[in-house]
T-cell receptor
Framework: QKEVEQNSGPLSVPEGAIASLNCTYSDRVSQSFFWYRQYSGKSPELIMSIYSNGDKEDGRFTAQLNKASQYVSLLIRDSQPSDSATYLCAVNEGGGADGLTFGKGTHLIIQP | DAGITQSPRHKVTETGTPVTLRCHQTENHRYMYWYRQDPGHGLRLIHYSYGVKDTDKGEVSDGYSVSRSKTEDFLLTLESATSSQTSVYFC??????????????FGDGTRLSIL
């Protein structure tokens, strides 16, 4: 069974600092990796997608992928109180229409 | 925002009654998905569709059925609702798949309570 593991938190980070969120996955054939942000009572919102080993940057967000270690992470620079949310890691095998396998999410709190 | 509308947004019903949730998209995307989200379990795939009349089961499909008669509509039916199906249901859509699947975008969700 495919599994995606995340630390549930809460992860508390001071405003302006770097928040580091981690995710491991069990299925070695996974090809597509996504980070979603979910505010309480709202739907998941896509932040980043990454498909190749290495780093991918988009504004204050950087996704990092290491397929050999089956590890994907999300860094948030200059953290803002509005970044306080639950961050969901999602993985897909690629090449098929079946859905995403999600981690249970990490609750991030940015302290003003 | 992706053009995805879920209806109803909230529903309370009784055990044993049939319930149908609707997902409507205006993006003309081929792939559509139904997930449920529960505390302690995260998001789990119920059913998905890869085209009109083409559907398949996900991880937690027992007690649910789906239909897709048009590209834009994907219906989720609970034939005889049970309290264990109380959850928040999300519809998602995706444009294409390949070695690198395109991301899925989510609707606003339906909060379903079964008493």
């Amino acid at each position: 069974q495919k599994e995606v593991e995340q630390n549930s938190g809460p992860l508390s980070v001071p405003e302006g600092a770097i928040a580091s969120l981690n995710c491991t996955y069990s299925d070695r054939v996974s090809q597509s990796f996504f980070w979603y942000r979910q505010y309480s009572g709202k739907s998941p919102e896509l932040i980043m997608s990454i498909y190749s080993n290495g780093d991918k940057e988009d504004g204050r967000f950087t996704a990092q992928l290491n397929k050999a270690s089956q590890y994907v992470s999300l860094l948030i620079r200059d953290s803002q109180p509005s970044d306080s949310a639950t961050y969901l890691c999602a993985v897909n095998e690629g090449g098929g229409a079946d859905g995403l396998t999600f981690g249970k999410g990490t609750h991030l709190i940015i302290q003003p | 925002d992706a053009g995805i509308t879920q209806s109803p947004r909230h529903k309370v019903t009784e055990t044993g009654t049939p319930v149908t949730l609707r997902c409507h998209q205006t993006e003309n995307h081929r792939y559509m998905y139904w997930y449920r989200q529960d505390p302690g379990h995260g998001l789990r795939l119920i059913h998905y569709s890869y085209g009109v009349k083409d559907t398949d089961k996900g991880e937690v499909s027992d007690g649910y059925s789906v239909s897709r008669s048009k590209t834009e509509d994907f219906l989720l039916t609970l034939e005889s609702a049970t309290s264990s199906q109380t959850s928040v249901y999300f519809c998602a859509i995706s444009e294409s798949i390949g070695v690198s699947n395109q991301p899925q975008h989510f609707g606003d969700g339906t909060r379903l309570s079964i008493l």
